[in-house]
């Protein structure tokens, strides 16, 4: 029933890769479409994925665990950690929690930069922070708005109290210990591995490299099915966070 069912999906455009799970055991798990179309190369188990703002779930997660083993408190002002960081009332947890007020740089980057398709970090992001000071859109930890800031901020962060780079980070304490092989998160600089895939869109034209793509914490982690199985799954069995 359920080859049949994503039979027509992908008849109707469905590109992806599916995995189903039950009481810990993998049940169901296919492959549909392709990994990079324009060489024929077909999704397979080892074929990293762009998780876009699932990523977001990972960079929470970090943040909790350096909670628990003390390296920082969530309920400090980011300022404790980042002293040049602007919005003085700002805690930790309120970027958690999109309850910050701080705007998204997705939207007022072009603002202060012309050029939007060379792709900049979270460093220069933080820069742009601390000398333009965008304004709040509202005051913080009285309402709920999806920020993009908020967890890049927050992988800056992790950066700061660890003496890591973020990309480090997490595969020495999430992606190797959890045995999640086909894991990364993505650095422009470097480019793709050859076995990830390509992101489309619905017409297969390829996404272009823009600003944004060299900012990770708020996306850019590249996974698996099976890697995201395993994710899940070290949630029940407490093998990272408590």
Known sequence: KLDSFYRIQVARGFNGSVLIGYHGQIIYERYFGYAD????????PDAGVQLASTSKTFTGTAIMYLHQHK???IDHKVQTYI??????NVTIKMLLNHRSGIPDYLK????????????VYNDDIMSLFAIHKPALEFVPNTRFKYSNSN?????????????MNYRDFMQQYIFEPLGMKNSFVYDPAYGLPGKATKSYR?????????????VYGDKGIYSTVRDMYKWDQSFYNYEFLD
């Open 37 to 44: 179309k324009s060489t024929g190369r077909k999704l397979s």
């Open 71 to 73: 390296y920082l408190n």
């Open 83 to 88: 002293p040049n960081f602007p919005y003085a």
């Open 108 to 119: 007022w980057y072009g603002r202060y930069r012309k050029n939007t398709m060379s792709p």
């Open 151 to 163: 967890y890049a901020i927050l992988a800056r962060l992790i950066e700061e109290v660890t003496e």
């Open 202 to 214: 619905a017409d297969w034209v390829e996404y272009p490299i823009v600003f944004s793509d060299g």
